[in-house]
Protein backbone atom coordinates (compact mmCIF):
# COMPACT_ATOMS: atom_id res chain seq x y z
CA UNK A 1 0.00 0.00 0.00
CA UNK A 2 0.92 3.70 -1.11
CA UNK A 3 -0.39 7.10 0.40
CA UNK A 4 0.50 10.39 -0.60
CA UNK A 5 2.45 12.53 2.65
CA UNK A 6 0.74 15.50 3.42
CA UNK A 7 2.77 18.22 2.90
CA UNK A 8 2.97 21.68 5.01
CA UNK A 9 1.88 24.49 3.39
CA UNK A 10 4.04 26.61 4.48
CA UNK A 11 7.48 25.43 3.50
CA UNK A 12 6.01 22.37 1.59
CA UNK A 13 8.00 20.40 3.70
CA UNK A 14 6.54 16.23 3.67
CA UNK A 15 9.07 14.47 6.10
CA UNK A 16 8.80 16.31 9.70
CA UNK A 17 4.91 16.30 9.29
CA UNK A 18 3.11 14.34 12.19
CA UNK A 19 -0.26 14.56 13.42
CA UNK A 20 -1.31 16.96 15.88
CA UNK A 21 -2.55 16.51 19.16
CA UNK A 22 -6.51 17.16 19.26
CA UNK A 23 -8.10 20.02 20.81
CA UNK A 24 -11.49 21.47 21.67
CA UNK A 25 -12.10 23.24 18.26
CA UNK A 26 -10.55 20.50 15.87
CA UNK A 27 -14.03 18.87 16.61
CA UNK A 28 -15.94 20.39 13.74
CA UNK A 29 -12.82 19.60 11.27
CA UNK A 30 -12.94 16.08 12.44
CA UNK A 31 -16.62 15.65 11.97
CA UNK A 32 -15.99 16.70 8.22
CA UNK A 33 -13.25 14.48 7.59
CA UNK A 34 -10.14 16.48 7.94
CA UNK A 35 -7.23 16.31 10.79
CA UNK A 36 -4.57 18.48 12.26
CA UNK A 37 -1.12 18.17 11.26
CA UNK A 38 2.32 19.95 12.92
CA UNK A 39 5.18 20.59 10.56
CA UNK A 40 8.46 20.02 12.86
CA UNK A 41 10.42 23.28 10.98
CA UNK A 42 7.99 26.07 10.71
CA UNK A 43 5.89 24.66 13.51
CA UNK A 44 2.46 25.77 11.72
CA UNK A 45 -0.28 23.74 12.93
CA UNK A 46 -2.62 23.02 9.90
CA UNK A 47 -5.65 21.07 9.00
CA UNK A 48 -5.93 18.96 5.99
CA UNK A 49 -8.09 16.11 4.66
CA UNK A 50 -7.41 12.52 6.08
CA UNK A 51 -5.01 10.61 4.01
CA UNK A 52 -6.53 7.04 2.65
CA UNK A 53 -3.76 4.64 2.06
CA UNK A 54 -4.42 3.53 -1.77
CA UNK A 55 -3.46 0.20 -3.00
CA UNK A 56 -1.39 0.17 -6.05
CA UNK A 57 -2.01 -2.60 -8.52
CA UNK A 58 1.00 -2.80 -10.94
CA UNK A 59 3.07 -5.85 -12.45
CA UNK A 60 6.04 -4.30 -11.05
CA UNK A 61 4.61 -4.52 -7.49
CA UNK A 62 3.43 -8.02 -8.29
CA UNK A 63 6.72 -8.94 -9.03
CA UNK A 64 8.37 -7.58 -6.28
CA UNK A 65 5.51 -9.76 -4.01
CA UNK A 66 3.45 -6.84 -2.90
CA UNK A 67 -0.22 -6.89 -4.23
Do not use: Q
Not at 28 to 38: K, Q, S
Not at 56 to 62: E, L, N, Q
Amino acid sequence: MTSKRVRCPTCYDSEGVHRSHLRLWDLPFLLIGMRAYRCLLCYRRFHTWKRVPVRVHTRKAAENGGA
